[in-house]
T-cell receptor, first 114, second 111 residues
């Protein structure tokens, strides 16, 4: 068990809708990362937060946003959903703020957009 | 230049055999090469990592071989076991850059 908790495990929604994915990092970790995993594109980095502040952005669409709260949990908001947004969304955490810190991944949220 | 190319996409190995997964990169600035292991329904977990100052790193049955001149690195799993069946991702990074992951190799160990 990595110590990173993601909810919900599964999410099925319709195109055009908005969803929120939640992540609680490992105790003591200050950085939270969001990754998207699809069959054809592997693991794509979306965004990183460190101690409540955005630190780095990757291939995150404008329809997507995230935040990290004072208790260090993070939420990824996906809006105006499209079929192509169907994927596994992983949250990871690390102690430090460096992007290349060893990552501890949660078990992911499987999003299906119909 | 940020790509990491991983092969094969899938691999079937008999129990007790050697599993070999290869990765190649373009960016010569990369200086940290981790491998992640992912079981079905779980997130990836760090398995082993290497920096280019050594050509090989071994942890139990898992070995990373690194060839700086060829810009390639590989994961060898000795005495492969059914419990090693998983998807393996190589990755690379440098400085404070994000990890760039390979596309993954689905490994199946058959009895």
């Amino acid at each position: 068990d990595s110590g990173v908790t993601q909810t919900p495990k599964h999410l099925i929604t319709a195109t055009g809708q908005r969803v929120t994915l939640r992540c609680s990092p490992r105790s003591g970790d200050l950085s939270v990362y969001w990754y998207q995993q699809s069959l054809d594109q592997g693991l794509q980095f979306l965004i990183q937060y460190y101690n409540g502040e955005e630190r780095a952005k990757g291939n995150i669409l404008e329809r997507f946003s995230a935040q990290q709260f004072p208790d260090l949990h993070s939420e990824l908001n996906l809006s105006s959903l499209e079929l192509g947004d169907s994927a596994l969304y992983f949250c990871a955490s690390s102690v430090g703020e460096l992007l290349n810190s060893p990552l501890h991944f949660g078990n992911g949220t499987r999003l299906t957009v119909t | 230049q940020q790509q990491v190319k991983q092969s094969p996409q899938s691999l079937i190995v008999q129990k007790g055999g050697i599993s070999i997964i290869n990765c190649a990169y373009e960016n010569t600035a990369f200086d940290y090469f981790p491998w992640y292991q992912q079981f079905p329904g779980k997130g990836p977990a760090l398995l082993i990592a290497i920096r280019p100052d050594v050509s090989e790193k071994k942890e139990g049955r898992f070995t990373i071989s690194f060839n700086k001149s060829a810009k390639q690195f590989s994961l060898h799993i000795m005495d492969s076991q059914p419990g090693d069946s998983a998807t393996y991702f190589c990755a690379a990074t440098f400085g404070n850059e994000k990890l760039t992951f390979g596309t993954g190799t689905r490994l199946t160990i058959i009895p």
